[in-house]
C-alpha cells in the first residue's frame, strides 16, 4: 500500500524557515517523480514544485524560487521542501505527491504551516 | 498564470447526476490532453478520480467520468452518492512541469 506521510510543519514568524519531510513507503521511491502542492485557508490547490528521480532536474512556482528547495533522499525513501523567508501568504496545508506524468497519483494527509507573528 | 475556473459549488440528489465544469484556455485546457480531476474530503489524502480528461484509475467507480469540449473539462458523476460529497478540484498541465488548478468545487449531495 502507497502512503506519504508529511512532517515538520508548524508555526514559524514571518521571515523564518522551516523543513518539512515526506516518508514514502509501499512503492519505488526511486523511480517516480515527486512533487508538493500546498492548500492555503478557505483556498484551492496549488501546486509549490517537483524534483525527477535522481534530483538534478528541480521546478518551482514562481511565488516561491528563491525562498523554497525541493530536494530527495532516495536511500532514505525521502521528500523534502526547504522553506526560507517564509511570509504570511505561504501559510497552507502542505501535501506530498507522486507526480506520473502530469498528474499526481497518490497523496499524503498534508502537513500545516502557519506563518504569522 | 490564472487559476482554471470551475463554479464554487454544485449539488444533486441520490441517484442523480451531476456535472462540474473546469474553464482554462487554449494554452492549458484546450491544448493538452492531461486534465485530471481530484477529489478531496477536508482532512484527508486527495484522490485522483480522473486522469488525462477521461480515464478513470483502477479503483475509481465507473459512476465518475471525464470530458472535454474545446476549453473547458468536465466530470460528471452519475447515480450520486452521499460519499461522493466533498471537494473537486480539476487541473492541467501547462508547459514544462509546471501543473494549474482549478479553485475547487464543493459538492453536495442534497
Known amino acids: 500500500e502507497v502512503q506519504l506521510v508529511e512532517s515538520g510543519g508548524g508555526l514559524v514568524q514571518p521571515g523564518g524557515s522551516l523543513r518539512l519531510s515526506c516518508a514514502a513507503s509501499g512503492f519505488t521511491f526511486s523511480t517516480y517523480w515527486m512533487s508538493w502542492v500546498r492548500q492555503a485557508p478557505g483556498k484551492g490547490l496549488e501546486w509549490v514544485a517537483t524534483?525527477?528521480?535522481?534530483?538534478?532536474?528541480?521546478t518551482h512556482v514562481d511565488s516561491v524560487k528563491g525562498r523554497f528547495t525541493i530536494s530527495r533522499d532516495n536511500a532514505r525513501n525521502s521528500l523534502y521542501l526547504q522553506m526560507n523567508s517564509l511570509r504570511a501568504e505561504d501559510t497552507a496545508v502542505y501535501y506530498c505527491?507522486?507526480?506520473?506524468?502530469?498528474?499526481?497519483?497518490?497523496w499524503g494527509q498534508g502537513t500545516l504551516v502557519t506563518v504569522a507573528s | 498564470q490564472s487559476a482554471l475556473t470551475q463554479p464554487p459549488s454544485a449539488s444533486g440528489s441520490p441517484g442523480q447526476s451531476v456535472t462540474i465544469s473546469c474553464t482554462g484556455t487554449?494554452?492549458?485546457?484546450?491544448?493538452?490532453?492531461?486534465v485530471s480531476w481530484y477529489q478531496h474530503h477536508p482532512g484527508k489524502a486527495p484522490k485522483l478520480m480522473i486522469y488525462e480528461v477521461s480515464k478513470r484509475p483502477s479503483g475509481v467507480p465507473a459512476r465518475f467520468s471525464g470530458s472535454r469540449s474545446g476549453n473547458t473539462a468536465s466530470l460528471t458523476v452519475s447515480g450520486l452518492q452521499a460519499e461522493d460529497e466533498g471537494d473537486y478540484y480539476c487541473s492541467s498541465y501547462i508547459a514544462g512541469v509546471t501543473v494549474l488548478f482549478g479553485g475547487g468545487t464543493k459538492l453536495t449531495v442534497l
Open positions: 505527491a507522486i507526480r506520473f506524468h502530469h498528474r499526481f497519483d497518490y
Open positions: 524534483i525527477d528521480q535522481d534530483g538534478s532536474e528541480k
Open positions: 487554449g494554452s492549458d485546457v484546450g491544448d493538452y490532453n492531461f
